[in-house]
């Protein structure tokens, strides 16, 4: 399937005006996306757990202007409040999307956003951020042209995500979601992320995730200048190679639950993901001194107490704790005791694999 999927068909109704509110979770990855080509298309496939608590809630009001030009008209707030310097991002959002959403230039958007979880935490909204604003334009695409269905509107969303932010594409739908072509996995596409369609034992389900928040500040390098730096990396093939080959062993892992092997990919992921950074030319770093010391104490807890944690990093030093449910008691007496020490200000947020965003209704806003 190609990107024409997705170009619109002649809208048959008028809509003038109207508002939609969607909220889509944050997600985190199990095998990473890192490396990209043009467009937003990953160089690897990469798997993620859905989140639940860690969601952005996008409302979208938007309004039929006549006689306009050929420019975009929209306003973006946060917390209610203008946020001009978030324009810019929005306004490079519509520029790519709008070749599959026309209806953009016709109408005034007032987007008004706020996030679950504490601003400046350290944990990236644009996942869901970008998810949850692709949903609502799809909500109207939806309301000019009632045929849509369901697969493909999330469908669609997925891959209208993916130009704002590749990671956001995995925000829709849950609780395991692969983004990128691989050669076992049918329907899978580099152009927008699908349900993992294979079976999953029962002890990941309600997986949990509590996020140790290790340094709130801001990133030193983005995730688009780390991806860039992929090009030409020497190790580049070698990694992506890698990514594929932890998928396919990944369906045994999930399928039987063996989560002695599941510790070791999901590790693996993570430390590689790091590894590639302070192996790019220019080298950088992202871990802080206090994420080596939670993974210590993380192997040292997992080799002494019978439970089945692990952790995995995203693009920053925050550490992801992740365990099954029945393990929820001692893992988290084990985070208070000895890990909150190593969060900024005791710092962390509990979460677990969620099922995708939702349409909040009017009465819910
Ligand atoms: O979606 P981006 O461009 O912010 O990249 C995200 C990359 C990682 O979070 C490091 C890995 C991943 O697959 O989510």
Same mark, same amino acid.
């Given at each position: 399937m190609t990107h024409t999927e997705f170009l619109p068909s002649k809208y048959n109704r008028i809509v003038t005006e109207g508002k939609v509110t969607f909220k889509a979770p944050s997600n985190i990855a199990l095998v990473k996306y890192w490396g990209k080509k043009e467009d937003q298309i990953p160089a690897n496939p990469s798997l993620s757990f859905t989140l639940d608590a860690c969601a952005t809630t996008t409302s979208i009001s938007y309004a039929i202007v006549k006689g306009k030009g050929s420019g975009f008209s929209f306003e973006f707030l946060f917390d209610g409040k203008p946020k001009p310097d978030f324009e810019p991002k929005i306004l490079t959002f519509f520029k790519r999307i709008v070749y599959y959403l026309p209806f953009l230039r016709e109408y005034h958007f007032t987007i008004d956003t706020s996030n679950s979880f504490p601003h400046s935490s350290g944990i990236a909204s644009s996942a869901s951020g970008m998810a949850a604003l692709a949903l609502g334009l799809m909500h109207l695409e939806k309301e000019l042209?009632?045929?849509?269905t369901q697969e493909f509107f999330f469908r669609k969303a997925s891959f209208l995500a993916r130009l704002g932010s590749g990671s956001a594409c995995r925000s829709i739908e849950g609780d395991l979601m692969l983004w990128g072509g691989h050669k076992d996995i049918p329907g899978s596409s580099d152009l927008y992320a699908i349900k993992y369609p294979f079976e999953v034992h029962d002890v990941f389900h309600g997986y949990h995730d509590t996020i140790l928040l290790v340094d709130k500040g801001?990133?030193?390098?983005?995730s688009t200048v780390g991806h860039d730096l992929? =090009?030409? =990396?020497?190790f580049a093939e070698q990694r992506f190679a890698q990514a594929h080959e932890h998928i396919s062993k990944l369906r045994g892992v999930l399928a039987t639950g063996d989560l002695k092997e599941f510790i070791s990919i999901v590790e693996s992921e993570a430390l590689t993901l790091h590894a590639m950074m302070m192996t790019s030319r220019p080298y950088f770093i992202l871990m802080k001194p206090n994420t080596l010391k939670i993974i210590e104490k993380i192997w040292a807890f997992r080799a002494t107490s019978n439970t089945h944690l692990c952790f995995t990093l995203d693009a920053g030093a925050n550490v992801h704790v992740l365990y099954p449910k029945d393990e929820k008691e001692k893992v988290n007496q084990f985070i208070k005791d000895e890990l909150v020490a190593y969060c900024e200000n005791g710092q962390y947020i509990c979460d677990r694999i969620g099922f995708g965003a939702k349409r909040v209704l009017p009465a819910q806003v």
């Open positions: 042209d009632p045929k849509i801001q990133k030193q390098v983005s992929m =090009h030409g =990396h020497p």
